[in-house]
């Protein structure tokens, strides 16, 4: 919980007070419903809480903002970013079952309202969003074929709407057919080891009907 203090030292009291929570509530649903690794839930702020908000550190997220997260899994990145951005509404899908009843928990255990989950392919999704986001579920090619479509028109932030996507390594070649992308090293914002050739990649997508 230190490390979230250390890089969002302006959260307010009600924020500190989830943060804080985040960790009871996975490590008591994960002995029920294993979704995260024994070692992760010992470094849950470090490897998944920081990680998520990652995406924070490249863009504030506007009041009124909508956010799809695909391939959730235990709900990250969206349920920090959920926490961080209450004014915003985050849509968390994920195509197991089992994850989506730990994130439903955690969400209740928290008091969030702006969050829901949908267990479904993320094909079949038919809302627009300003962001879609998400943790290295697919290489990119494949990931801009799922959410297709699903990208809002209104601009809103001074980056454009598009997918905002925790990836690490060397992406050269994955992304070398999209010339827009903006690579941004983590590793700029946390000083942790973990964060060295982790990134978060930012790619505009064209509205479309």
Known sequence: MELVLKYFPELTD?????????ETLYQDWNLKINVVSR????????????????????????????????????????????????????HLVDSIAKKLKVVDEVVIGLGLTNVKTTHSRVEEIKDTYDFVVS?????????????????????????????????????????????TTTIYNISDFYNEDFFETKKVVHLPLKFRR
């Not at 579920?137 to 959410?147: G, L, N, Q, R, S």
């Not at 699903?150 to 994955?174: M, T």
Request: aromatic fraction near 10%; hydrophobic fraction near 40%; include cysteine.
């Open 135 to 179: 943790r290295a579920v697919a290489a990119m090619p494949t990931f801009v074929h799922w959410v297709k479509g699903k990208i809002a028109k209104e601009q809103k932030h001074d980056l454009r709407n598009g997918i905002l996507y925790l990836k690490g390594g060397d992406l050269s070649e994955e992304l070398q057919d999209y010339k």
């Open 39 to 90: 070692k992760d839930i010992d470094e849950l702020y470090l490897r998944h809480v920081l990680h998520s908000l990652a995406i924070a550190k490249v863009l504030k997220f506007k009041a009124g903002s909508s956010i799809l997260d695909v391939g959730t899994g235990g709900g990250f990145p969206g349920v920090p970013l959920a926490i961080l951005f209450p004014e915003c509404s985050f």
């Open 14 to 22: 009600d924020q500190i007070l989830r943060f804080r929570k985040l």
